[in-house]
């Protein structure tokens, strides 16, 4: 019997260990060198439309929501989201992570020609990531 409680013990221990360290929650990091736009996903994905323009989802593509969750381009079909995406050496779309109406406002209107406006499209970019996750929106 008293094996029993000493397994069973040590069992609770380990769960609750890896219970707290999965409630730290995976922290988001802003991603580096996209573009922000507002991606058309056609009815028929990997078809789609960047800024009006034609495009195509990579094979493999990750489309990750405001949660960090992956979304298949399925559930986009016929939508026009707000994102920042990163091509593939081939020029196809690969990353792709979707953003509030509210991000977009603040860095949608950042690259305006101005030699400083991508260095200020990264901050605002690592700032809203932060608010996510001080929020815990991402986790």
Known sequence: MKRWTQRAATALLLLASSSLAFAQGIVREAPVDVKPALM????????IRINGEAARLS????????????????????????VVYKRDP????HEVWLLTPAEYEKVGGVNTGDPNGYKRFNELLSLIWAA???????R
């Open 90 to 93: 081939m020029g196809l779309v």
């Open 40 to 47: 058309t996903v056609s009815a028929t994905p990997p078809d």
């Open 132 to 138: 996510r996750t001080a929020i815990g929106v991402v």
């Open 59 to 82: 094979p493999g593509s990750r489309i990750r929501d405001t949660q960090n969750m992956m979304v298949l381009s399925g559930a986009l079909a016929g939508r026009t989201v707000p």
